[in-house]
């Protein structure tokens, strides 16, 4: 579905080059769940942006469906931006404060760029409604402000406007780290629900190494902006081969 080939990422801080990516690797195939660690900056955000197609790789290429995608301009990359969705880390900034939740859920239908394809779902309160009750919320929230929701609620808004497009492919960033513990696991039940039931790829990107063994099949694990660990979640983390996925799991709550 999208796949990184010896991807580098370079950005321009007070005029020195920073190398945020660097010869990265990386193949995600239909239903297969994902997780990508790392510590702070290490590039784990870097890379879900690369693959979204907001930033350009320096060298290397980016391939949906079998197609290079990096350098192309936002017009031509309809078929990415219906197919790959986002959840944002912390839904406080990632939803409009002034809009109602029926104009934040509805939002990607009515995007000039995705319609043109014509076949994204109709932008009605039918298929609105739908969507919220797939992750738990009624109808009667339609008319409410994000302002008016708990935490949890909100993101739980946040994934069903992902979700409304009918992707095949979900990032999540760091999708509970906002989020009281009390309703972290109730999320993240709802996402792994939500993957399954619609036969969706998985990126998870977290630092937290529970919640990727929780709800990865395989775990890539990032360095400086290198990827110098991957293969199935239990196998790394039972029997981790570079010293850097031992610190990580060293450092974390048992798994």
């Known amino acids: ?9 370079t950005f321009r801080r007070r ?6 990516l660097h010869e990265v690797d990386l193949a995600i195939h239909r239903g297969e769940r994902i997780g990508i660690v790392g510590g702070s900056g290490s590039g784990k955000t870097t890379i879900a942006r690369t693959l979204l197609g907001l930033v350009r790789p320096s060298a290397g290429e980016v391939l949906f469906r079998g197609r290079r995608i990096d ?13 790959v969705s986002m ?8 939803l409009n404060p002034r ?3 029926r104009g934040i859920v509805g939002e990607p239908l009515r995007s000039p760029l995705l319609r043109a394809r014509g076949n994204l779902p109709p932008d009605t309160d039918v298929t609105v409604e739908a969507v919220l009750a797939s992750v738990g919320l ?7 402000f994000p302002h008016q929701l708990s935490g949890g609620q909100r993101q739980r808004v946040a994934i069903a406007r992902a979700l409304v497009s009918e992707p095949d492919v979900l990032i999540a960033d760091e999708p509970v780290s906002a989020l009281d513990v009390s309703v972290r696991a109730q999320v993240l039940n709802l996402l792994s629900d939500a993957v399954s039931e619609r036969g969706l790829a998985l990126v998870l990107i977290s630092h937290d190494l529970a919640v990727v063994g929780h709800l990865c099949d395989q775990v890539v694990v990032v360095e400086r902006g290198r990827v110098v660990e991957s293969g199935p979640t239990r196998q790394v983390f039972d029997d981790p081969q570079h010293p850097y996925t031992h610190d990580l799991l060293a450092a ?3 798994i």
């Not at 009624?138 to 409410?144: G, H, P, Q, T």
């Open 1 to 9: 579905m999208l796949e990184l080939r010896g991807v580098d990422v």
């Open 15 to 20: 005029g020195e080059v920073f190398r945020a």
């Open 71 to 83: 350098g192309l301009p936002e017009r031509q990359l309809a078929d990415l931006r219906q197919g």
């Open 87 to 94: 959840v944002f880390q912390d839904p406080n900034s990632s």
């Open 99 to 101: 809009m109602n939740l």
């Open 138 to 144: 009624d109808a009667e929230v339609l008319r409410r």
């Open 252 to 254: 974390s709550l048992p």
